[in-house]
């Protein structure tokens, strides 16, 4: 039982490292591999491919090719031989005229008689040359005599000389007799075929692709609340259902939204109506401390019911534009100034940005107007680049603690002892502004500021 339990935590062990392994290289796997599905497609389609072809070549590089050029050369050589048998048995002028006749005539071999001199010291040799070395194995082993060749000099060519005791024999015979001279057909075959079916492949692929890229851009811009126009379901059929199922959601959701859009409007005016029937009662009531107080808790109402509405209304109706980001802040600063606080603003980069600009004002306002209840002064930065609109507020106020950052994002919640217990609202600037961040495809953060007290980062994708 001993050895069978060590066995069982022996083999956990080991597959526990075999999982460990497997992470890493899935990880680094995953970083190599590119990240789009259109690249990703092309790699699964192009990796079997070159794959293929490299296996295809080497089979035929290295069975039939070496095969067939083992085999010419064999028998060049042995003409290569022959020849310099003839010639060591029949060695005169006039044997030798007959023997170059007899060469070309039935071995297609030029053979010349030179001077007993030297041969030429040894060429260098191509990298990549299967023919110079298989032809000088074959050489070597059908000739006792010194030889020189050269596979380099002419294209069309190659050369052998002999040393003979009284003479130097040169034969020339054609590259083609000495190995397969159409394998590079074969090759280019294979690559034009493989491009064109690449090509081919690319197209199709691009156009199974679009139909994926149009219903996320569709999908991404209905998140930003911005209209959805001339979409409509394509492809193949597992996208088309993808994105008949996006067109429903999107009618439910509209409906859904029209729906309450009209019972916020039914109830905003009959609430309003109680509140106006209030003051209109309190309007005949003599003056006193009674009657303002309760004309102030009217007014309290009002603020707190405009609020409760424009925080569950959202902004339905309104469409993105282009919009001076820089204008826009610069009217924010003046409305802080206007209202006590000693505010700056500033702004880096492209300022024309397509958003909604009464919702992103309302967004901003709220942040601005958090700064301008709790602290004396307050700058208002914002930066553009290719991909983000970043707004930072930061003020000198008092702060939220770390902890309590996301809380204070909730709907109708107060952090009285963080910040003025004097101060009022109704606990919704926050989450209305991170809703109206949210629906352009952004966020909200908090953190601590430069100037001492709290700054709020709108970030939104441009």
Known sequence: MTMMAAGRSGMRGFLSRLGAVNSRFG??????????????????????????????????ME???????????????????????????????????????????????????????????PSARPFFSILDGVLSRELSRRLKQPYWMDTVGRSDLLEVRIKMPNAVLRVFASRGLAYASNSHIFLLWMVGT??????VAILFLRNQIRPIVMLADAAEAFGKGRDVENFRPRGAREVRRAAV??????????????????MLAGVSHDMRTILTRFRLELAFLPEGPEVDALRKDVDELQGMLEAYLAFARGD???????????????????????????????????????????SLRRCIGNLVGNAVRYAKSLE???????????????????????????EVFRPFLRLDD?????????????????????????????????????????????
């Open 316 to 358: 339905p109706g309104e469409q993105s534009a282009l919009t001076d980001m820089a204008q826009l802040i610069e009217d924010l600063r003046a409305n802080a100034e206007r209202s006590g606080a000693v505010a700056r603003a500033s702004f880096l980069g492209p300022p024309l940005v397509e958003v909604k600009a009464d």
């Open 245 to 262: 199922a996006f067109l429903e959601m999107k009618r439910r959701i509209e409906r859904q939204i029209e729906q309450r859009t009209t």
């Open 194 to 199: 493989s491009l064109v079916l690449l090509a």
């Open 63 to 121: 069975r039939h090719y070496n095969s067939v050029t083992r085999r010419l050369s064999a028998a060049v050589s042995q003409d290569i031989a022959a020849v310099v048998a003839l010639y060591s048995a029949f060695p005169t002028e006039k044997d030798a005229a007959v023997l170059r006749r007899i060469a070309w005539q039935n071995l297609q071999l030029t053979v010349d008689v030179l001077p007993p001199d030297p041969l030429p010291a």
């Open 380 to 406: 208002i930065s914002g930066t553009r680049d290719a991909r983000w609109l970043i707004v930072n507020v930061d003020d000198d106020g008092p702060g939220i603690p770390a902890e309590k950052r996301d």
């Open 27 to 60: 990880a680094w796997f995953n970083s190599i591999t590119p990240k789009g599905l259109y690249p990703r497609s092309l790699l699964i389609i192009v990796m079997p491919m070159v794959l293929l072809q490299s296996v295809v070549a080497f089979v035929f």
């Open 418 to 462: 963080a910040r003025n217990q004097d101060a009022g609202g109704s606990g919704l600037g926050l989450s209305i502004a991170r809703d109206i961040a949210r629906a352009h495809g952004g966020d909200i953060i908090l953190s601590d500021s430069p100037m001492g007290g709290l700054r709020a980062t709108l970030r939104l994708p441009v």
